[in-house]
């Protein structure tokens, strides 16, 4: 059973510090993860894709991911109360060719002004 | 780019009625397309994949009969919700995706049956 695990939350953070948000998965032959964004009653929206192993900026995002830990992580910097939503963690299915995603469960994150 | 389109966004209709959702890729060409379901506070859960001119695949548990689904060309599926019930009642969510890895949602839309 190919799994994707996220601390669920909530996860609280005042205004202009860095939110941590952190996953975990099974399939160690997956090569291809995703950061989704959903806010409550909203369709998911991508915000983030790593392939490679390191770092990866955009804007006030980073997604980091570890191959040999099975670990992928995004940090965003300067949170703002517009970032509070549930952030979901997704991996690419190793073999085949249909792309199927596995998601995580999502951590809820909200941003104190 | 990579805009997905849904459509209704909305629907209520009785137990026992169909439904048919559409979902368009509107700026791409979508060789595979998803269909997802989201119950309130829970996770996504797929419920098949469908590729252009072929059957969809269906996951575990979701029975193929009551949720039709046709790919009929590069830029829509449909999904159809036979014989409705209240437990039918949900978000459902498309995704589109264009042989890259990364999957683009459409805004979903929100079943309710009476």
């Known amino acids: 059973q190919k799994e994707v695990e996220q601390n669920s939350g909530p996860l609280s953070v005042p205004e202009g510090a860095i939110a941590s948000l952190n996953c975990t998965y099974s399939d160690r032959g997956s090569q291809s993860f995703f950061w989704y964004r959903q806010y409550s009653g909203k369709s998911p929206e991508l915000i983030m894709s790593?392939?490679?192993?390191g770092d990866k900026e955009d804007g006030r995002f980073t997604a980091q991911l570890n191959k040999a830990s099975q670990y992928v992580s995004l940090l965003i910097r300067d949170s703002q109360p517009s970032d509070s939503a549930t952030y979901l963690c997704?991996?690419?299915?190793?073999?085949?060719?249909?792309?199927?995603?596995?998601f995580g469960k999502g951590t809820l994150l909200t941003v104190n002004p | 780019g990579a805009v997905v389109s849904q459509h209704p966004s909305w629907v209520i209709c009785k137990s026992g009625t169909s439904v048919k959702i559409e979902c368009r890729s509107l700026?791409?060409?979508?060789?595979?397309m998803f269909w997802y379901r989201q119950f309130p506070k829970q996770s996504l859960m797929l419920m098949a994949t469908?590729?252009?001119?072929?059957?969809?695949?269906?996951e575990q548990g979701v029975e193929k009969d009551k949720f039709l689904i046709n790919h009929a060309s590069l830029t829509l599926s449909t999904l159809t919700v036979t014989s409705a019930h209240p437990e039918d009642s949900s978000f459902y969510i498309c995704?589109?995706?264009?042989?890259?890895?990364?999957?683009?949602f459409g805004p979903g839309t929100r079943l309710t049956v009476t």
């Open positions: 700026d791409f060409q979508a060789t595979t």
């Open positions: 997704a991996a690419r299915n190793s073999g085949g060719s249909n792309y199927k995603l596995t």
């Open positions: 469908s590729n252009e001119g072929s059957k969809a695949t269906y």
């Open positions: 790593i392939y490679s192993n």
């Open positions: 995704s589109a995706t264009d042989r890259g890895d990364e999957q683009y």
